[in-house]
Nanobody, 124 residues
Framework: QVPLVESGGGSVQAGGSLRLSCESSASTYSTYCMGWFRQTPGNEREGVAQIVSVNGRTTYADSVQGRFTISRDNGKNAVYLQMDNLKPEDTGVYYC?????????????????WGQGTQITVSS
């Protein structure tokens, strides 16, 4: 399993923005999709966003639609999550994730691989 290295977590006030980054040394050709899921205190995993490597198709959770934007850099096998208009309920640990094969299950919170996670704290 090739590590997924996340960066960009932190604390912000409600309405603020953060950008998460994730890079992997795995080949783009061995990655079907990448994305993010989160785990909030007392809750199960929640898929946040995913992007398919070959065609850039994106999927978002309803709770973040219109506020978060996922993007990718296939040359770096990297994925990014721009988070705007953050809310306290966005607080949690965010995990970069990858599925090597179809189908992409990141948005279901059930990917094949994931990183160590990075903490996001949004204060009101």
């Amino acid at each position: 399993q090739v590590p997924l290295v996340e960066s960009g977590g932190g604390s912000v006030q409600a309405g603020g923005s953060l950008r998460l980054s994730c890079e992997s040394s795995a080949s783009t050709y061995s990655t079907y999709c990448m994305g993010w899921f989160r785990q909030t205190p007392g809750n199960e995993r929640e898929g946040v966003a995913q992007i398919v490597s070959v065609n850039g198709r994106t999927t978002y959770a309803d709770s973040v639609q219109g506020r978060f934007t996922i993007s990718r850099d296939n040359g770096k096998n990297a994925v990014y999550l721009q988070m705007d208009n953050l809310k306290p309920e966005d607080t949690g640990v965010y995990y970069c994730a990858r599925d090597r094969n179809y189908p992409c299950r990141v948005i279901q919170g059930n990917p094949e691989e994931w990183g160590q996670g990075t903490q996001i704290t949004v204060s009101s």
